[in-house]
């Protein structure tokens, strides 16, 4: 089983719609997660870090299932500029590294 | 300007030969990493270095070999290039040695072709 593992998409919607992705990871003991961004031949960037309670940035929300070992984004009203690739990431089995997932392609389309 | 930066951008070099990546970070950051980034997207990591020294060495070749004269700089060098090398080589840094409690800056990439 992959340490982090994410539906690979791509999720085409239209503008102003709303889009959530889901990604599992395998290590129970992970303390860190987080969710970043790459544009297509770009480099990675942070997005937000999801926090235990759940957490929200704009038209973002992380949440964390502990219980289920997984964590959500939500893209409320999509717009154009969203479309990129959206890669997990959690603290990996020796917790001192971190440990990406191959990433959802978000296609917006209008 | 830029926080973390690499040279060169692309890179197209024939099989067996020797090749080096070089990075820079004007952040201030205390730790920096290379990670691989193969054609199905994966974006793995190679090493990591805190203020100059080696801490994490995953199961890389050895081959490639990174060096840090100091702590804004970590180079990596990679000898008997092979065809499986090609892919985006990205550099990056984080003011936390683990990486966990802060952000990870990347650098722009590397994109490596070996024919």
């Known amino acids: 089983r992959k340490e982090v593992e994410q539906d690979p998409g791509p999720f085409n919607v239209p503008e102003g719609a709303t889009v959530a992705f889901n990604c599992t990871y395998s290590n129970s003991a992970s303390q860190s997660f987080f969710w970043y961004r790459q544009d297509c031949r770009k480099e990675p960037k942070l997005l937000m870090s999801v926090y235990s309670s759940g957490n929200e940035d704009g038209r973002f929300t992380a949440q964390l299932n502990r219980a289920s070992q997984y964590i959500s984004l939500l893209i409320r009203d999509s717009k154009l500029s969203d479309s990129a690739t959206y890669l997990c990431?959690?603290?990996?089995?020796?917790?001192?590294?971190?440990?990406f997932g191959a990433g959802t392609i978000l296609r917006v389309k209008s | 300007d830029t926080a973390v930066s690499q040279t060169p951008k692309y890179l197209v070099t024939q099989m067996g030969n020797d090749k080096s990546i070089k990075c820079e970070q004007n952040?201030?950051?205390?730790?920096m990493y290379w990670y691989k980034q193969d054609s199905k997207k994966f974006l793995k990591i190679m090493f990591s270095y805190n203020n100059k020294e080696l801490i994490i060495n995953e199961t890389v070749p050895n081959r490639f070999s990174p060096k840090s004269p100091d702590k804004a700089h970590l180079n990596l060098h990679i000898n008997s290039l092979e065809l499986g090398d090609s892919a985006v080589y990205f550099c990056?840094?984080?003011?936390?040695?683990?990486?966990?409690?802060?952000?990870?800056?990347f650098g722009p990439g590397t994109r490596l072709l070996v024919l």
């Open positions: 990056a840094s984080s003011q936390d040695p683990t990486g966990l409690g802060n952000t990870q800056y």
């Open positions: 990431v959690v603290n990996g089995e020796y917790g001192n590294k971190l440990v």
């Open positions: 952040l201030g950051h205390d730790t």
